[in-house]
């Protein structure tokens, strides 16, 4: 009777032992997960929201697990963390895991984003005002694959990241603008309205981030969803990512950039001549005192045959 009891009960342990390890957030390996009325619950990193793990996790929960330090388990520090010239920043969310119009630093330095959280505006102090999240609408993807003998064909490359982008990142094929291929590299447009997005909608933003992540081998997904383009059987091995961001609103930078930039130019031009000058100076000297001593050589030959 007691032998069976210890049986029963080894197998009551194991089996509660499998249910807490198949308690787990497929889409974000970023999250710590429990069950809670045996139901699978599991919040993000940093902000402790609830996700739904059964479609992609919104980009700003997303970066604000990665520079949030890790609860439960130990992560590896991402690499290659940035989508623009800023990186990685620690945002600030709304509710529903979208981004806040305004971004801060600690050293209170802030900034206005788009609906991508990339910065829009030149940085400011905390007076900064951001009227709304202005919308980003078209993604433009560019990617480059190492080279190869023979190309891949346009609508072979079409077809296999359509499938890709619509079946790992469940972005519904209307979003998927265009896909072209001039070997060897390949542009992605992915345009979406927000009257054209419905609540059961991914974004792109997110759909783009977490492809440039899963190319750059830092995946949201978990460990066992392993990412890969193939091209009929073939691999299609990508080595750079470019990722443009285009919004409802022109973006409201300032000329600052254009002038550092302007400056930057100038001075460069500026050294070149002064090395120019000073080459030519030097050149010159260098020829007018070798013809100088080859004339009071020749001279001195004159007067030596004019004694003789």
Known sequence: MEATFRIVLLLMVVAASAEEDSCSCATNKRTYCAMQQNNCVCKSLGSNQKVNCSTLTSKCLLMKAEVSAPIGKAFPTPETGFLDNDGLYDPVCENDGIFKARQCNRTDTCWCVNSAGVRRTDKGDKNIQCKELVRTNWIFIELKHKERKTPFSQAEVASSLQDLIHDRYKLPLSFISSIEYDHPFIKIDLKQNASQKSNGDVDIADVAYYFEKDIKLDSPFASDNKFN????????????????????????????????????????????????????????????????????????????????
């Open 229 to 308: 383009i193939t091209v009929k059987g073939e691999l299609l091995d990508i080595e750079k990512v470019l990722i443009y961001y285009v919004d409802e609103i022109p973006p409201e930078f300032s000329m600052q950039f254009l002038k550092i930039g302007a400056i930057a130019v100038a001075v460069v031009v500026l050294v070149a001549i002064l090395i120019g000058i000073i080459v030519f100076v030097f050149m010159r000297k260098w020829r007018t005192g070798k013809y100088e001593k080859v004339e009071i050589k020749e001279m001195g030959e004159m007067q030596i045959n004019q004694v003789s």
